[in-house]
């Protein structure tokens, strides 16, 4: 069965073969042509999965500014903070 596209499938399922991808290539046990197949195959998971990520972001943000809050507090700034 052909793998589907990352843009077709939800960020939860994005995340599941992702982790699964990293998780293979860590071993080390497949050979070079079917690691590049794997890292071009995460590659655009993650590509899909940042994309899927902005647009929930893009989402709240319209969200509050129906609500009158438009102040959006950046975590990774946070986090960084600490």
């Given at each position: 069965?052909?793998?589907?596209?990352p843009?077709?499938?939800t960020?939860?399922a994005?995340l599941?073969?992702?982790?699964?991808i990293v998780t293979t290539?860590e071993q080390?046990d497949?050979?070079?042509?079917?690691?590049?197949?794997?890292?071009?195959?995460?590659?655009?998971?993650?590509?899909?999965g940042?994309?899927?990520l902005?647009q929930a972001e893009?989402?709240?943000?319209?969200?509050?500014?129906e609500?009158?809050?438009?102040q959006?507090?950046d975590m990774?700034q946070?986090?960084?903070?600490?």
């Amino acid at each position: 069965m052909a793998a589907k596209k990352p843009e077709n499938m939800t960020f939860e399922a994005t995340l599941d073969e992702l982790e699964s991808i990293v998780t293979t290539l860590e071993q080390g046990d497949l050979p070079l042509e079917d690691a590049l197949r794997q890292f071009e195959r995460g590659v655009g998971l993650s590509r899909a999965g940042q994309q899927k990520l902005q647009q929930a972001e893009q989402q709240v943000k319209v969200l509050l500014q129906e609500q009158g809050e438009e102040q959006l507090i950046d975590m990774s700034q946070d986090e960084q903070r600490s």
